[in-house]
């Protein structure tokens, strides 16, 4: 399904969400999600932590769907790269288009955007609630620091970072979670939150965040 048609039958229910620039029901969403280019709103590289929805719309499967679509939206070839993080590694794995590992979207992952112009994307899909996203530890497949990638719903009930620790540490039975960072894209240095230190940041929709665990968890997010 193209990302009209997508949109057609999201909005044909009945919106139970409207907030934000977010259109939500129980068959999908629509969101319009700024990716700054280098100097817009004051980014250092147009770099940008790209969280999609769980059910991306059928068309997008790989890196260079990715690239497609947001290259549509903007109306011009603005995408310079798309990054998955490799846990076992705890370095990225790019794809400019034209070079790299053209990688597939991975339900519940987080990307990393580079783009030579800002573009607002257009983002749809809908929410799988069985989906369990695995966050690993240090040593659980392979994972080398415990660090993760992850797509924030886009109607999560945790709203801040320390309601994103609590929630993951209930679903632990334990308290697992190290840190949840954000990219601040005016420096793109991270901005991290451990449930004691740090800044206690928001969390928002169409972004992803860096989530370290020092045990692995089966997270199943909670929603509205």
Avoid at 109 to 137: A, F, K, M, R
Avoid at 166 to 171: L, R, V
């Amino acid at each position: 399904m193209n990302k009209r048609a997508f949109v057609v039958a999201a909005l044909g229910l009945a919106a139970v969400l409207v907030a934000g620039g977010l259109v939500a029901s129980n068959m999908g969403f629509k969101a319009n999600y700024l990716m700054d280019g280098p100097g817009a709103n004051g980014s250092a590289s147009g770099t940008n932590l790209l969280g999609l929805p769980y059910n991306q719309q059928t068309s997008i499967v790989t890196a260079e769907d990715l690239i497609n679509d947001i290259n549509t939206d903007a109306g011009a070839s603005v995408v310079a790269s798309v990054a998955r993080k490799i846990r076992t590694t705890d370095l990225p794995e790019f794809y400019t288009g034209f070079s790299g590992v053209n990688f597939s979207i991975t339900p519940g992952e987080g990307y990393t955007v580079v783009v030579t112009s800002s573009v607002n994307y257009i983002i749809v899909g809908s929410h799988d609630p069985s989906l369990i996203t695995q966050l690993d530890g240090p040593g659980d497949n392979g994972s080398a620091s415990g660090t993760q990638e992850w797509s924030y719903p886009y109607h999560s009930t945790s709203a801040t970072a320390e309601d994103l620790i609590n929630e993951i540490n209930a679903a632990a039975g334990a308290s697992v979670v190290a840190s949840v960072t954000r990219k601040i894209r005016t420096t793109d240095l991270p901005e991290f939150y451990t449930g004691f230190s740090g800044v206690n940041f928001s969390l928002t929709v169409g972004e992803a965040y860096t989530i370290v665990v020092t045990n692995g968890v089966a997270f199943v997010p909670s929603h509205f």
